[in-house]
């Protein structure tokens, strides 16, 4: 009779620990599953998520509208609540509201409008960021990064690849053209067929000189980075020595080179119009245009090159070869012919061969892409005494807003996002901009030329951000992201240096040196500061 107790209960200590046993199996299959499963996201703090919904800068009256409407609507339906607007980025620009930033928030957007629009571009979403995932993952994970993208029509690209028929005429006289040196042209409708510098030209559309997500983009860097230079030869225009380099594919790419240590601080004497370009300052200049969103930089990369191999052995430019010496120290120098330090007292020299470099990736030939240039409003007078418009008249902005192309569309904003860029980066030599012609006055404006960006660390230019400050304009989404880069999940410096970790040149020292790096945090700090004072203004008065 014990022996018959003992066994079942035996059995049944048995039985429930198999229970146990396969419950907490369970348990672990679903927070595996889950993790696999949790969306690498930066987090957003409530503090943002509160702040946000009474500063955005308000809409206009049409489009505050219908918000509201779309608003009582979406109660209705929770999934529709969910999905990210189908307005292109490109329309996103409103004047910056007093209203909306009222303390109590009197005249505020609605409290629907609101929530939605949170929802919309993930303002106030609190998604805990998985283990693993690098704050610049994370960054580009977020909504705002992902928003939706007009559908492209035929005229929305810049080049089309040729059909088999127009090619044909075309053929036997690019044969008979094939330069020595050069690879035999086999490409074909096929993409897979073109080399990155060639698909980079392809992607190419009316609102970005590239999709960030593409996958081609880590091949033009390798490319640039890696390709064998053929041919080397001086670039005219412009005020300092670059280089156009060919390579055997047909494609190319302009060179800077380093001429002072990375982290040499502007002489504070030196006018902004005599100061030295930088070759980390180009690469730096595409990194930070890609984390504020804009993609308007033309692709750099950094390269360590020899001066004598991949430089003077192969120039067929004579004026440039007579420019080459070896110095007293044993190493191999040249100078060039340029406007401002092309000089025997102002060379650039390898150590004594190696030469730290930026290459920038070509924009398509003018014969096939001509480009607009046109002058700033806010350029400077380039002058040691005398003061632009714009520096005397604090109502100048409402004489640009009355003038085309800044009368229309997005042009403006344009503009400001590009100051904001170059506030920054500290960049005071913005005195022309660019466009591609064939998309006339409804495209995004050509980031080109930042050689002169990231001089001084330990002083700001106010006068750099003039026009959002007489303007009182920003673009909504280039808000909404420099809201996102002041957070600490999301800081700019932190997400800067952890792009710039990802260049060629990053192994042997920083890019940019820390200070740099902060005065970003400090600038960026300025230019929300900076919105806060226009959106204070307009209630005041």
């Known amino acids: 009779m014990i022996k018959l107790h003992l066994r079942q209960s035996t059995r049944s200590i048995y039985l429930g620990l198999a229970c146990l046993s396969l419950a907490l199996h369970l348990l672990l299959a679903l927070f595996c599953l889950s993790v696999l499963q949790t969306a690498c996201v930066l987090p957003t703090s409530s503090s943002f998520s509160s702040s946000s919904s009474s500063s955005v800068p308000r809409t206009d009256t049409q489009r505050h509208q219908a918000i509201s409407r779309s608003s009582s609507s979406s109660a209705a339906s929770s999934s529709s609540s969910h999905e990210l607007p189908t307005v292109p980025q490109e329309e996103e620009h409103h004047k910056l509201n007093a209203k909306t930033s009222h303390p109590e928030g009197r005249g505020s957007l609605n409290g629907d409008a609101t929530v939605r629009e949170k929802k919309v571009t993930g303002v106030g979403k609190v998604i805990p960021r998985v283990k693993g995932c690098s704050k610049l993952e994370a960054l580009f994970e977020h909504p705002l990064y992902n928003l939706p993208r007009p559908e492209l029509q035929d005229d929305d690209w810049l080049l089309r690849v040729k059909t088999n028929e127009r090619a044909r005429d075309t053929g036997s006289e690019e044969e008979e053209g094939e330069e020595e040196g050069y690879d035999k042209v086999d490409w074909t409708s096929d993409v897979e067929t073109h080399p990155p510098w060639l698909r980079f030209h392809l992607g190419i559309s009316r609102w970005e000189l590239y999709n960030r997500k593409d996958p081609n983009m880590a091949g033009l860097t390798h490319y640039l980075a890696t390709q064998r230079i053929l041919s080397a030869v001086q670039k005219t225009g412009g005020t300092q020595l670059k280089l156009l380099m060919s390579f055997p594919n047909y494609g190319q790419a302009l060179l800077k080179p380093m001429k002072q240590a990375r982290d040499a601080e502007t002489d504070g004497n030196l006018f902004y119009f005599s100061d030295f370009e930088r070759h980390n300052a180009e690469i730096a200049a595409f990194h ?68 730290e470099v930026s290459l920038a990736a070509m924009l398509p030939d003018l014969t ?63 005195h022309h901009y660019e466009t591609f012609e064939k998309f006339g006055n409804e495209t995004f404006l050509l980031h080109l030329d930042n050689g002169r ?15 959002l400050k007489q303007c009182c304009r920003i673009r909504r989404s280039t808000l909404l992201r420099l809201r996102l880069l002041s957070l600490p999940a999301g800081r700019l410096s932190d997400v800067m240096r952890e792009s710039l970790v990802q260049d060629p040149l990053a192994g042997a020292a920083p890019l940019l040196s820390e200070p740099h790096l902060s005065a970003l945090d400090r600038r960026l700090a300025a230019i929300l500061q900076a919105v806060q004072t226009c959106q204070h203004h307009m209630i005041t008065g």
Not at 309 to 324: A, G, M, P, Q
Not at 454 to 463: A, K, L, N, Q
């Open 368 to 430: 096939l892409a001509p480009r607009r240039s046109w002058r700033s409003p806010w350029r400077r007078s380039y002058s040691r005494t005398k003061l632009a418009q714009w520096e005397k008249d604090p109502a100048y902005c409402d004489t640009v807003k009355q003038t085309p192309p800044y009368n229309h569309g997005t042009r403006l904003v344009d503009l400001i996002d590009m100051a904001i860029l170059d506030f920054l980066m500290s960049n005071m030599d913005r």
């Open 453 to 467: 960006a990231f001089g001084r660390h330990s002083r700001d230019e106010p006068t750099i951000l003039t026009p």
């Open 288 to 355: 930070l245009d890609r984390l504020l969103g804009f993609n308007r930089v033309p692709p750099v990369v950094g390269r360590l090159i020899n001066v004598t191999s991949e430089v003077r052995e192969i120039t067929t430019d004579h004026k440039l070869s007579r420019t080459f010496f070896t110095s007293p120290a044993g190493n191999v120098c040249f100078y060039g012919q340029c406007e401002y330090y092309c000089s025997l007292e102002h060379p650039v020299c390898g150590q004594p061969h190696a030469l």
